[in-house]
């Protein structure tokens, strides 16, 4: 079978577990650099599974990548920035990574409930040189407003990563301000969302890293990443760690998915916990 062909990840006995510090820094600040989160060599085995995934003998299968680059621009190259969705359910053996068993204890910790709780999900953004910046803007802005949350953000580079590749940028502290209004950058069939209010950027913390580390952030932290300005494809695995979503008594306000709705029709209320497609 095609999602074998990589076998299991190469065995390591890196484990990695928050440190108080850790934890109370992210309380505070909702966000959280880690030096060093998985091997080199676990890195490489997920990077086979990436450029797979990305490669032209893989274009139009189950779980291929979308084009997140928005309206095309004249004289400007397609598909700069294009994403895959939940390639675990594809290559299940992703779930059996030591990256994953620490992000999940880190994202345990962090949100303060039992790792028995908690399911993830994932999906790979590849960031091609010239690739647009990922705007202003919180993750929940994204999620279905029938649902109540419980979640945070791992994100894994599959090498060094610079703040002018589009390393990943914080505003401390404004996880505490609960979800903000956004707007539509673009079309609204494209969802490219960025918070509608003018950012002091000023106070961005931006976490360059090196391979093997990792940045955790609040689905409601304000977070940023520059156009990629190298000649280098900047390749990003983050992943999701939360509490199985809830529905709401009343659906929260949330025009701009209602926009992106109409523009691309309602799909079913699902979520995806460790490789399986779950209805709500």
């Known amino acids: 079978m095609e999602n074998d062909r990589f076998g299991q990840p190469p065995k390591t006995s890196y484990e990695l577990s928050p440190r108080r510090e850790e934890i109370e820094f992210f309380q505070e600040n909702g966000f959280l650099k880690v030096e060093r989160i ?15 995934i990305f490669s032209e003998d893989y274009a139009g299968k189950p779980g291929s990548p979308l084009d997140r680059s928005g309206t095309p621009v004249a004289g400007e190259p397609q598909a700069r920035l294009t994403q895959a969705f939940f390639p675990e359910i594809y290559f299940p053996a992703l779930l059996n990574t030591q990256f994953r ?66 390393a990943m940028q914080f505003i401390p502290g404004s996880h505490k301000r609960g979800l903000l209004a956004h707007r539509h950058e673009d ?52 992943m999701e760690f939360q509490i199985a979503p809830v529905r709401r008594q009343q659906p929260e306000s949330m025009p701009w998915v209602d926009e992106f709705r109409a523009a691309a029709g309602t799909r079913p209320l699902v979520y995806v916990a ?7």
């Open 274 to 280: 460790d490789g399986k497609m779950i209805s709500v």
């Open 187 to 238: 079309d609204p069939i494209h969802n490219v969302l960025t918070v509608k209010e003018q950012i002091d950027i000023s106070k961005a913390v931006p976490c360059p890293l090196k391979m093997g580390g990792a940045t955790f952030h609040h689905s409601e932290t304000l977070h940023y990443t520059a156009p990629n300005a190298t000649q280098q494809t900047r390749l990003a695995f983050p």
């Open 38 to 52: 998985t091997t080199d060599e676990e890195i490489a085995w997920m990077r086979q599974i990436f450029e797979f």
């Open 101 to 166: 068993r620490n992000a999940k204890r880190y994202a345990a910790a962090l949100l303060g409930v039992a790792e028995r709780d908690i399911s993830s999900w994932g999906h790979m953004i590849q960031k091609k040189p010239g690739g647009r910046a990922a705007s202003w803007h919180q993750d929940h802005a994204y999620w279905q407003p029938e649902l109540d949350y419980c979640a945070l953000g791992v994100w894994l580079p599959m090498h060094d990563v610079s703040i002018e590749m589009g």
